[in-house]
């Protein structure tokens, strides 16, 4: 039998629930007389009963050799991968699944569903574990161990005592649990509070912009309704003076063949030289109207480039006038005065006066030089609709000249080859001097060379149907002549060689650290380490060559070093970094450690703001970055030192430009999203 001290050590492994702690105990003088009394009952408590506990079985397994034992009894006796039967000392080997893989012996576990609960359990002559005498003894439900009726009430006052100790120790622990809990309840009730305030401030902010963006469509519906009504008016005038000369025209007509045919009297000759002289006075009155006084064409159009901050500013309404060149050959010497002027004299006089000076300027050139103006002072001469002053915007141009050239188109809106829907980032393999463009909504890379020739067409599944990629979203490609290329309904970075197999997917989408959420542009360094803007988790990603996460910095905000869906990478000189931090209308500089070197920029229209920065490109050998500032619809240039800027120009503009991909001879190409076309300057 074990002794006190491995009893209290075996209840504080074993103990659940603080049952009652032992059978209850039965006069033995009693139970002797009830065993005696019916010799089928102990004969039956004889085959229940475990040779080792000497208690009623529980789960009763059989050995090979037939004697059956109580799992745990046998689990007690049992130290390695044989032992011997208690009983016949025979040998038997335990499975590999441990002793509970024996067989259960059904025809003892049939025996005891059979025998009622109520059954008084047998009283047995042992050896106490305790006093170690030999007495009439219960077995604990607890511990299963033997106890005597005397050592029983001390055993009893023990297992009380651990089981006060425990719930005492339990209860603490709970009441911290409850205050931590009742916290934590607290803490959620003020974020719900807080999130109902916040939707109570947001429906607030709405139902009033959306009352203002209702007063703006009033206003602007009324533009177009003033602009429709005039134009009526115009018409109604027109149509009137159409009628009179349709009746002019008949009355000529019907006149003409009377004269010609002889058969008119002399009242009515004398008649129609009357109409004639009136309807001559009628046409000099409508051709005063119609062609010495210009009817202007008037056009309306509807600019919403962008919606502002408060969005509370839809657009407006702008309604102006292109004069329309009629040439007439009609005449009426004797009733219309020869002195009309010249049509460069009339159009001098319909010129608004910010222009006057301009293209006087014109005319005294063209005057001086009959030949026309130099080549050079044609490209110079430009009419400006928005600040008036012809002089600075020449200037400007001669300052830029090396940047104005007539730029090349390549494409339109289309699925053909040479033609994209949303074309976003652009690429150059040095190797095969080819350009690589992300034609976007038509699943597929468009190759060019580096003069804007069409050269091949990369779709999403190569020819055996494996699947490339899907809406590819941006291109790289590194001094190992590897493809980086992210799939935009993938999420995924994937590297190919050359020949299009893939080589390795860089990270994982997630948000932990090291992943990605929504990556929209990477580029590599000499080093060939991994820079990723991921703009879903405001923050740049670096990994190795391998494709190992080495680091991460950045997150949401507005302060230095942090971002707001930043879109686009570029590497400079200095083993530095240009981030396009899209959201925040700027750009940031950091070493590749990333740390904060200098950030450019703010949201604004100026020369040096910005408005929703995009793709990036760093001239290496002049150190200016090249930035597509795509809500201003330009692209502006930045000095080594971040401070003297400048713009290149095109003939007809930007709309959307997206990257910019340095060329050979100065010469650069721009994507235009919104245009679905190139451009190369």
């Known amino acids: 039998m074990k002794s006190l001290t491995i009893l209290n050590q075996h209840n504080q492994q074993s103990c659940d629930s603080p049952r009652s702690l032992m059978s209850d105990v039965i006069d033995s003088s009693s139970n002797t007389s009830t065993i005696e009394s019916s010799r089928s009952s102990k004969s039956i408590l004889q085959l229940i009963t475990c040779p080792i506990c000497l208690e009623i079985f529980r789960e009763p397994l059989q050995l090979p050799c037939q004697h059956t034992f109580c799992k745990s009894c046998l689990e007690r006796i049992t130290d ?37 609960h109520t059954e008084a359990k047998p009283m047995l002559k042992a050896k106490c574990a305790f006093c170690k005498l030999e007495d009439t003894i219960t077995v604990c439900e607890h511990c299963r161990e033997a106890i005597c009726r005397k050592c029983r009430r001390q055993h009893y006052d023990d297992f009380c005592k651990y089981i006060s100790t425990k719930l005492h120790e339990t209860q603490q622990e709970t009441e911290k649990l409850i205050a931590k809990e009742a916290e934590n309840i607290k803490n959620h009730e003020d974020n719900v509070r807080r999130s109902k305030d916040i939707a109570n401030v947001i429906r607030n902010k709405v139902t009033d912009l959306i009352e203002k ?33 349709s009746t002019i025209n008949k009355f000529c007509s019907v006149s003409q063949e009377k004269l010609h045919s002889k058969e008119e009297t002399d009242q009515e000759a004398v008649d129609i030289r009357q109409k004639c002289e009136d309807y001559v006075l009628s046409i000099n009155d409508l051709q005063s109207q119609i062609l010495v006084v210009k009817t202007p064409i008037r056009r309306i159009s509807f600019f919403n480039r962008d919606i502002s901050p408060d969005a509370i ?244 905000g507005t302060d230095n070093g942090q971002f707001k869906c930043p879109a686009c990478v570029c590497v400079l000189s200095g083993d530095r970094l240009a981030v396009s931090d899209w959201g925040n209308d700027r750009i940031q500089i950091f070493n590749s450690e990333g740390d904060h070197l200098l950030s450019i920029g703010q949201r604004g229209k100026l020369l040096s703001e910005f408005s929703r920065p995009l793709g990036l490109a760093y001239d290496e050998t002049t150190e200016r970055l090249f930035v597509c500032d795509e809500g201003n619809n330009r692209v502006t240039i930045f000095n080594h030192d971040f401070t003297i800027t400048e713009l290149v120009h095109t003939k007809i503009g930007f709309h959307g430009p997206y990257d910019i991909l340095l060329l050979k001879d100065g010469r650069i190409m721009v994507s235009e999203h919104r245009a679905h076309r190139l451009q190369i300057i």
């Open 313 to 556: 500013s839809l657009g407006f309404v702008e309604i102006g006038m292109i004069l329309e060149p009629i040439e007439s050959a009609v005449q009426l010497s004797s009733a219309f005065p020869s002195t009309i002027t010249s049509s460069t004299d009339v159009d001098l006089q319909q010129c608004p006066k910010q222009l006057f000076h301009c293209l006087s300027a014109t005319l005294q050139q063209q005057n001086e030089n009959p030949n026309g103006p130099s080549p050079s002072y044609r490209s110079n001469i430009s009419i400006s609709d928005s600040n008036g002053c012809c002089r600075q915007q020449q200037q400007q141009q001669q300052h830029h000249h090396h940047h104005r050239r007539t730029p090349r188109i390549i494409g339109k809106r289309g699925t053909r080859d040479t033609e994209f829907m949303h074309p976003s980032s652009l690429a150059y393999s040095k190797r095969d001097q080819l350009i690589y463009v992300c034609d976007t909504y038509n699943n597929r890379l468009v190759t060019y060379n580096m003069d804007g020739v069409f050269q091949q067409v990369y779709t999403d599944t190569n020819e055996t149907g494996e699947i490339r990629f899907y809406h590819p979203y941006a291109v790289h490609i590194d001094s190992d002549n590897r493809l980086y290329l992210i799939d935009q309904s993938e999420r995924r970075i994937k590297v190919f060689n050359r020949d299009f197999k893939l080589i390795r997917v860089i990270g994982q989408y997630g948000r932990d650290v090291g992943q990605y959420s929504a990556p929209c542009d990477l580029c590599t360094n000499q080093q060939k380490y991994i820079f990723v803007c991921d703009a879903g988790g405001h923050r740049i990603l670096k990994y190795n060559e391998q494709g190992q996460f080495l680091l991460a910095w950045g997150g949401l």
């Open 80 to 116: 390695d991968r044989w032992g011997r039967c208690p009983v016949c000392r025979g040998c038997y080997r335990v499975p590999f699944a441990g002793v509970g893989s024996f067989e259960v012996n059904r025809t003892i576990v049939n025996l005891l569903e059979s025998l009622p």
């Open 213 to 245: 963006i209702k007063q703006e469509e009033t206003k602007l519906l009324h533009n177009v309704q003033e602009f429709s009504n005039s134009e009526q008016r115009l018409i109604d005038e027109k149509k009137s003076r159409l009628q009179d000369l």
